[in-house]
Structures are given as structure tokens and as C-alpha cells.
């Protein structure tokens, strides 16, 4: 899978993700709660990219500007 190609489907799946949890849990949205559902629901996939730092290190970057939470970094 090319990287742009996870990047748009993770971003998507992220909100989608997202707007599932109870509003509280939204305020801080756990990653590692995400990537667990990605491989639950079959979604790991978009998980295999050629990455300089890896895949999953992309994927959180592109989850924490996804929703917000990029001042966790």
C-alpha cells in the first residue's frame, strides 16, 4: 500500500473512530485504543507502508493531527 493511499484512510478511520466514543473519552482519544479497533475490525492493512520511521509512528502523527491532539507530542 502506498503511504498517501494509509495516510487519507487512517485520517478517515480516525473520525470514524472517533465519533463513536462516548463524549468524554473524545477529549482525549486514546491511540492505542485505535490501533486495537483498526485490527479488530480488519483495518490493519493501511497499516502496511514503507515509512523512514515507521508505521506506526506515522499513523500516530496522522491520528494526533486528526483530532486534534497534536500537543500531546
Known sequence: MKKAESEKAIR???TQWANTLPEKEREH???STFMAWL???RY???LNFRSAVGPDYDTEMWFDDE???TWRN
Do not use: T, V
Open 12 to 14: 478517515y478511520l480516525a
Open 29 to 31: 482519544p486514546s491511540f
Open 39 to 41: 485490527s479488530a475490525n
Open 44 to 46: 490493519s492493512g493501511y
Open 67 to 69: 483530532l486534534k491532539q
